[in-house]
């Protein structure tokens, strides 16, 4: 039963990962709103935003090569790493929408890098 559920997680990341790459991508003034910093249509800010997603889909893709080849040490490994997305999301949320915004990515960084240790274990 572990075992599932570190696979679980471990398909749970990916997921993340392809789809807020996608979501960001594909609606990025949508995307931004959730942060609490709405942009424009076609601005340097909502180009920006895409460039994110972008970020999140390639990542997403390594996880699920690294899921293919059943490589969990290194999905979980990549996993740990978005504790670093998520305290900058959490700064730049904060300075910008402020703190009620930043809690959220806060919190997951805080927690990701348990998660992911116990993923690969």
């Known amino acids: 039963m572990s075992n599932q559920l570190k696979l679980l997680a471990n398909y749970g990341v990916t997921g993340f990962l392809l789809s807020t790459g996608l979501f960001a991508l594909l609606a990025p003034t949508t995307f931004a709103a959730g942060f609490g910093m709405p942009v424009e249509v076609d601005t ?25 080849k059943r490589d969990l040490k290194a999905v979980a490994t990549m ?3 978005l504790a670093v997305d998520g305290a900058i999301d959490g700064l730049v ?21 348990f998660v992911a240790n116990w993923m690969k274990s």
């Open 44 to 68: 340097f800010a909502s180009g920006f935003v895409q460039c994110m997603g972008g970020r999140n889909l390639t990542f997403g893709i390594i996880a699920t090569i690294f899921l293919q």
């Open 79 to 81: 996993a740990t790493m």
């Open 93 to 113: 949320c904060m300075k910008y929408a402020g703190l009620g915004f930043a809690l959220p990515h806060f919190g997951a960084a805080a927690i990701v890098p």
